[in-house]
């Protein structure tokens, strides 16, 4: 198995402009986690998916920030308009139903925003 | 919500000693703590957890305790070596199967292994 899967690995925009991340989770796995990662704010979660429905989205930050997950094997999360303080590493995880606790993470996603 | 505090928030060891990561939270009905590893430019990975009916477990050089009534946990590495230089992560979360685990982390600690 590939493991998680995040697209793009580092992406470079302005600010106002619209980003989209993608996340493929590992086949079979019920579970999709979207964190977000600063020095200042450290590890967050912003929004779980179990079979592909939203489950707590309380973690986003603020209406700029949506995500979605067409289905089981893919989603993403996009913020427009894009601004500074979302500069980030945005992880993406996955877990199984059958073992919940163990969670995979993807490979992240450098965002930065100019 | 959950709250997690860690500490220290960098600890810096000479190869072959030991290490030890403090951290509490704040909701006593979190069950599961685990326990992640992040190497420079890399993803967060699991290393060990625990669940609130365990007090302590082991695997191989690295253990974690937990001290429910206290509402701490610590992971234990012994016998260090350069290659458990990382910034080392605690986490928490109220495990409920069939909604899966809505885990909160410690702020982390980097670990530096002195050869």
């Known amino acids: 198995d590939a493991g998680v899967i995040q697209s793009p690995r580092h992406e470079v925009t302005e600010m106002g402009q619209e980003v989209t991340l993608r996340c493929k989770p590992i086949?079979?796995?019920?579970?999709l986690f979207w964190y977000r990662q600063t020095m200042m704010r450290g590890l967050e979660l912003l929004i779980y998916?179990?079979?592909?429905?939203?489950?707590?989205d309380s973690g986003m930050p603020e209406d700029r920030f949506s995500a979605k997950m067409p289905n089981a094997s893919f989603s993403t999360l996009k913020i427009q308009p894009s601004e500074p303080r979302d500069s980030a590493v945005y992880f993406c995880?996955?877990?199984?139903?059958?073992?919940?606790?163990?969670?995979?993470f993807g490979p992240g996603t450098r965002l930065t925003v100019l | 919500g959950e709250n997690v505090e860690q500490h220290p928030s960098t600890l810096s060891v000479q190869e072959g000693d030991s290490a030890v990561i403090k951290c509490t939270y704040s909701d006593s009905a979190s069950n599961y703590f685990p326990w992640y590893k992040q190497e420079l430019g890399k993803r967060p990975q699991l290393i060990i957890d625990?669940?609130?009916?365990?007090g302590e477990k082991k695997d191989q050089r690295i253990a974690v305790t937990l001290n429910k009534t206290a509402k701490h946990f610590s992971l234990h590495i012994t016998e260090t070596q350069p290659e458990d230089s990382a910034v080392y992560f605690c986490?928490?979360?109220?495990?409920?199967?069939?909604?899966?685990?809505?885990?909160?982390f410690g702020g982390g600690t980097r670990v530096l292994v002195k050869p």
């Open positions: 998916f179990n079979n592909n429905v939203p489950i707590d």
């Open positions: 995880a996955s877990s199984f139903r059958r073992d919940t606790d163990t969670q995979y």
């Open positions: 086949s079979g796995h019920d579970y």
């Open positions: 625990i669940r609130s009916n365990v």
């Open positions: 986490a928490a979360s109220i495990r409920i199967k069939a909604a899966g685990n809505k885990l909160t």
